[in-house]
Structure formats: structure tokens, C-alpha cells
């Protein structure tokens, strides 16, 4: 069974920057896809970035374009994702999760493992 953790989520004031990590065990981090996704109060989960298992293919939604960057490092089990530039809107829990589907990674129902999620808050 494969477990997710996040961490690095917090408080933060716009236009600030903040790195999410997820840690992966259980499982052969470099076989899987990840994704981050994002669920903010009284709306649906949604998509925020994705990185193919060798780190070479990333999408990212179109509200982060430029100012997250998602990365893996195979050999830590990890899985990152560099918000700079954050905005009060960024604001949601963030879910980082895996699969070893091949679809395009942008929808939540592809991926199979979810962590429980680190809040992040921005201040305006």
C-alpha cells in the first residue's frame, strides 16, 4: 500500500513563496505519476500540477502557469511543488497524490493514492 505525506504548508503573505513536499513509501516511488491537487472551502478538489515518473513531463493548470513548479526526486521518494508569486485565491488544502495510469494526470478519478493534505493560506 502506498502512503503520501505532505508537508510544508503554512501561513503565508501575497506574493510570497512556499515549497510542498510529499514523501511516498510502500511503494516504487519512481514507477508512479504524480499530482498536486488543491480543494478550497465549499469548492470542488481541482488539478494544480502534475510530473510524469521521470521527472521529463509536467501540466499545470492554467491558474498557476509561471508561478508553480512541480519536481521529483526519484531517490528521496519526493515529490515538490514550488509556489512563488501566491496569491489569496491560492489558498485550499493541497492533496498530493500517485497513480501508474498513462491518462493525462488532470483529473482527480486517474489517481489511485492521496495524502491527507497540508493547508495553505495566503493573506492579502
Known amino acids: 500500500q502506498v502512503q503520501l505525506v505532505e508537508s510544508g504548508g503554512g501561513l503565508v503573505q501575497a506574493g510570497g513563496s512556499l515549497r510542498l513536499s510529499c514523501v511516498t513509501s510502500?511503494?516504487?516511488?519512481?514507477?508512479?505519476?504524480m499530482g498536486w491537487f488543491r480543494q478550497a472551502p465549499g469548492k470542488k478538489r481541482e488539478f494544480v500540477a502534475a510530473?510524469?515518473?521521470?521527472?521529463?513531463?509536467?501540466n499545470y493548470a492554467d491558474s498557476v502557469k509561471g508561478r508553480f513548479t512541480i519536481s521529483r526526486d526519484n531517490a528521496k521518494n519526493t515529490v515538490y511543488l514550488q509556489m512563488n508569486s501566491l496569491k489569496p485565491e491560492d489558498t485550499a488544502v493541497y492533496y498530493c497524490a500517485a497513480t501508474q495510469r498513462l491518462g493525462p494526470l488532470i483529473i482527480s478519478r486517474e489517481y489511485d493514492y492521496w495524502g491527507q493534505g497540508t493547508q495553505v493560506t495566503v493573506s492579502s
Open positions: 510530473i510524469r515518473w521521470n521527472g521529463g513531463t509536467t
Open positions: 510502500g511503494g516504487t516511488f519512481s514507477s508512479y505519476a
